[in-house]
């Protein structure tokens, strides 16, 4: 089980119909690789986010497929167009299979 | 100079096959042309274990990194849905030692294009 | 010009030093790489100075005689002193002391009688490299600085204080923008730092863009400062660049501390760049050097010059440059007294350690060049016979003054060489293997055909072992032949040496600061005598 595993989002509070937004998302994650020993030399089991999406009323933005050379506390920034008010969901797909989402608000004018 | 080394900055090669195999699985073996895709990241890294890097293909449906000189040459896939701006992603990733990073974008018409740079891992040390 | 007529003189005064056909409407003074330097200081330049790739034979890889010839300097000059290496202890002794922050403050007092709204700005590494600096966590240099009526800086060595320190100098005491248009939190990629301030001066928008050292996590601790990200960011310059443009800048200044060849090629690529005020590689250049439509300018280090730039910016743009670099002969520069006072009263707590004599030196100490000098040399010395090593390794720094030939070495002057945060004198077991990729790696860093790829210091020094090296070879092959020069044998990569060094950039490293090492060396000595350094045999064809 991962442990300590925290989502962090940036999206702006409101927007103009079509406008690119930039999204920022930030998990902290260790993202253990499978590559590493512990002191006794046992290899430590892998356990990553493996997967990342991003939709928007049910309306996909990003896909995100994982592997190990993705950094601890994997992070994403990509830009998105909303078409009307709604809300983002964010979700993290763990190894050990927790998934972890978060959602944002966005108003547009 | 430097005491211990988390990754000794020597060029790191992974094997020439298994960065082949990993794009002949992304492209099918289709031509790869080289327009159309920009990869940034920095040419120094200042710390191996993350080291931002950002894709950039305009039209693209998918993008997929690769670091050429790790054990495993596979970094991650980008696709992207109908509610992206742009085809650009930016994300962070490990990196044995000196190394090419590879992106290669599957665009919307089928075609595959490809863009590398260098990214030196370095022990550091030293200065003006 | 104005430097074959002062040398044919011989005799110069300080008017001939400040004279200057004043024109334009924008005039800036840049001054950069001072260390922390607050009292005149002898300061050798360097003999070995390689370029590569593109900036092979070009300004500022040029020096002694060839650099000489190229800018019309005549021998055994004033200028030679200044700018070069031949018979330097003799010249030293003929033209006395350079710089001093009183001489600079007169400079900069005369600059504004005659244009009062002249912008001074610093290029960085001014918090650094002093006893004082040190012992005030550089509040002595701010107190300088501020004094001095300095309009924007930015900054490398800074850093070193730690990050607390230098948001707590940016926050509560520095009265003038700190600026770093390359310097991002690393957590959310945001700008940690103004990245330009806008001045109005002679009626015209000036921009000044500040770059900090790209290398920093690499070439310094980066626990020092962590969540900070730097690099050369080439595209966010640009960005800025823009940015200042649109916000109705005539004319853009970069105050820049990437380095000479790095600002090179950022010219090239980067368009919209009037003038970029170059710090971090310790070059003087009496000329500026013009790359497209960007003035590229030396001003040295140590608080040997002081560069006087003229700006003539009509209908939006820089129509016309007019430039000086002066050189600070302390002897013939009259001190400004409020500087004086100010400078002796924040050396005043330190002035029995300053003063206080450790030993002699029959040879000249001095440092700068791309392989070794016989301040390192002596420093490699101390690493091997007080911490009983195989080999020592000393950093490739450009910083630290000269001592001249059978002069006194004072606390003064070993702290000129050692001051800073990360002092610890380790020593450690290194196989031969791992000894070759660190000479390779740091040799890259010098050597890369890419300036991007460059971060701007001279080769690692060693002590106790000798190699050859070819700079044009591609990393992992340059270095070979490497020696013991206690047996006489090759360096086996399988077998392990003990290696004593200082400064290393990791964190927890144990040890006593490199000034304790040395001076127990100098002491037991008395004198010392540095034997001529022949053990590193350098492939430049
Ligand atoms: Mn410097
Ligand atoms: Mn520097």
Redesign the interface.
Known sequence: MATGVKPRV?VPKSASAGEAITI?T?ISHQMESGQRKDKEGNIIPRSIINRFTVDFDGENVIDVALEPAISTNP?F?FEATVPASGSFVFTWYDDDGDIYTEEKAITVS | ?????AA????ALAATDMVGEAITAFTGGADVGERGITL?A???A??GN?V?IEVDAPGAAAIMVLAAGNPNPDVGTFNFGPLAASQFA?TRIRLAG?QDVIAIAKMADGSFVRASQEV?V??????? | GNWSRLAAQQAMTQDDLLSFDTSGNVTLIHIT?IHAQLVPTWFREPEINLGVGEALGQPPHITGTDFLRRYGIEANSALQYALSYPDFSALARQYGRMGGADRIATVVKAIRADRPDALLLDGG?TWQGSLTALRTQGQDMVNVFNALGTDAMTS?WEFTLGLDRVTDIVDNHLQFPFLGANIFD????EPAYEPYQMFERGGVQVAVIGQA?P??????P?YMFPGL????RQ?RMAEVVAEARAAGAEAVVVLSHN?FDVDRKLAANVPGIDVILTG???DALPEPLLVGKTHLIASGSHGKFVSRLDLDVRDGEVKGVNHKLIPIFSDVIAPDSEMTALVEAERAPFKDELTEVLGRTDGLLYRRGNFNGTWDDLICDALLEEREADIA?S?????GASVLPDQDITREDLMNATAMSYPEA?R?EMTGE?LH??L???A??LF?P?P??Q????M?RVGGMGYRIDINQP??SRITEMTLLKTGERIDPTKTYVVA?W????PE?EGPPIWDVVEAHIRRQGTVSVSPNDSVQVVTG
């Open positions: 940036r920022k930030l992070y920034e | 100079a430097a005491l211990s080394l000794l900055p020597m060029r940034t920095p040419e120094i200042e710390n993350t931002p930016s000196t030196k370095t022990i550091g040390g030293c200065g003006g | 790489d590494d490398h690393a957590e959310w990629d050292f290398y920093m996590p690499i070439a310094n980066g990200s730097f690099g050369v595209e380095g971090h590689t310790h390794l950093p490739g720094f450009r910083w380790y450690s791992l990729t660190i390779e790696d740091v890259d860093n890369n890419d991007y790829y971060q701007g210091g001279d690692v990393q992992g060094g400064a290393s950039v990791n490293v």
